[in-house]
């Protein structure tokens, strides 16, 4: 049941994003005390309905007529700082059917278990090129690893030049700081449109040149991509080609970099994992449990409707919270500890439903290759004094730096 904010003291609007520096660098807390006293809690700041409960963020992700196109939310509602730059439609992120459907069928194929399987060796390939340029001693993990990899992975399954890298993450960082920020400020916003239009030229450019000679990249197969008669137009090619430098650089460089943090600060957890590598594949699931790179998602009420005993009309915003979800502890015992042998492996951190997170398999894939690749040639591996910097950008959880030493 929804408790009253009128006390002053459940944390709303900006307090519940990493803009706030508390939340940012321990979002847990906050979230473990919002669960305890108000599950479904009305933020009366930024106006939208937060849940937390694991059950009530199970049912929302997976309710099969609750929107998530931020146009069709009401003119007050928190989904209005989600709408797309004028002119632009919104990604497959924010797509409802029958167009998230339909984009959805045309893509697919690419991302699938057994397609990113085919993947993994050029992918340890990747890891193994960006950790011949490490010697050791002291660094920055996410400038020079956890950042790299993905990127890099991503230009290669795109067709696009390697090289670039330094290009993607700084245009693709730009962007994501604005897109989900709701109080962006205008050199924020100015920095965003230009990271955007150079985005958007270089796939066009790419496009064109795939169409004079395709090939076996991405690119080339959203331009072969065939269901049913329906086809991808160039513009739709452009803004999934965006989508996935954005969203799955970012959020895959924080899988990295958030559980290489995890097994540094759990060395019993560390040396489990180094005596059996086994258990990678599993210790990757606690690592998106345990820290999520993503910490909300959310829906667009479809009616009014009842959640949890609070009202929400037709329009409202309502925001589930991945992070508080996969603390719960009526679903995960001892919710706090990093266990990489967890019976119990399910978790939201890649959302759920229809938009359950169409990289998931190539995210997966990356963060086993990247640690695996990282340990093997840096066992002895632990944290500096340096220590880490969390980003401040809304609704992803991961560092701006993080200082190891080899």
């Given at each position: 049941m929804a408790e009253s904010q009128q006390d002053g003291q459940l944390p709303s609007g900006v307090r519940l994003t990493a803009l706030d520096p508390d939340f940012r660098e321990d979002p847990y807390a906050v979230l473990v005390e919002l669960r305890r006293r108000a599950p479904t809690h009305f933020d009366s700041e930024l106006v939208r309905l937060v849940v937390t409960d694991h059950d009530r963020v199970h049912d929302i992700l997976r309710h099969k007529e609750m929107w998530s196109d931020p146009r069709k939310g009401n003119p007050e509602s928190f989904s209005q700082f989600l709408l797309p730059p004028e002119g632009e439609e919104?990604?497959?992120?924010l797509m409802d059917d029958p167009d998230h459907k339909r984009l959805r069928s045309l893509v697919s194929g690419s991302f699938t278990p057994r397609a990113v399987e085919a993947w993994r060796p050029r992918i340890r390939a990747v890891v193994a090129k960006v950790l011949a340029g490490l010697e050791g001693g002291e660094f920055d993990l996410i400038?020079?690893?956890?950042?790299?990899?993905?990127?890099?992975?991503i230009a290669e399954m795109l067709g696009i030049d390697p090289a670039m890298q330094n290009d993607f993450k700084r245009w693709s960082d730009t962007s994501v700081k604005v897109a989900f920020n709701p109080f962006p400020?205008?050199?924020?916003?100015?920095?965003?449109?230009?990271?955007?239009q150079a985005l958007n030229d270089f796939f066009h450019a790419e496009i064109?040149?795939?169409r004079l000679a395709p090939g076996d990249d991405l690119i080339s197969d959203m331009l072969r991509a065939d269901e049913a008669g329906?086809?991808?137009?160039?513009?739709?090619?452009?803004?999934?080609?965006?989508?996935?430098?954005?969203?799955?650089?970012?959020?895959?460089?924080?899988?990295?970099?958030?559980?290489?943090?995890?097994?540094?600060?759990?060395?019993d957890q560390l040396r489990r994992l180094m005596s059996d590598p086994g258990l990678l594949e599993n210790a990757v699931e606690e690592m998106l449990r345990f820290d999520s790179p993503v910490v909300t998602s959310g829906r667009i009420a479809h009616q009014d409707m009842d959640i949890d005993g609070?009202?929400?009309?037709q329009g409202d915003s309502v925001t589930v919270s991945l992070a508080a979800a996969n603390h719960d502890p009526k679903v995960y015992p001892d919710p706090e500890r990093f266990d990489i042998e967890r019976a119990d492996t399910h978790h939201h951190a890649f959302g759920g439903g229809r938009h359950h997170c169409l990289g998931a398999p190539l995210a997966r894939v990356e963060a086993q290759e990247a640690i695996?690749?990282?340990?093997?040639?840096?066992?002895?591996?632990?944290?500096?004094?340096?220590?880490?910097?969390?980003?401040?950008?809304?609704?992803?959880?991961?560092?701006?730096?993080?200082w190891v030493c080899a």
């Open positions: 919104p990604s497959m992120l400038a020079e690893f956890a950042g790299p990899v993905p990127t890099v992975v400020g205008e050199e924020e916003k100015a920095r965003a449109v230009l990271a955007r064109g040149r795939r329906e086809r991808l137009s160039e513009k739709e090619i452009v803004t999934q080609c965006n989508l996935l430098l954005i969203a799955g650089n970012v959020t895959t460089t924080d899988l990295i970099g958030n559980g290489v943090k995890a097994l540094l600060e759990n060395p609070c009202p929400v009309h695996a690749g990282l340990f093997r040639k840096f066992p002895k591996l632990r944290l500096s004094e340096r220590g880490h910097t969390y980003a401040a950008v809304p609704s992803f959880r991961g560092m701006q730096s993080f």
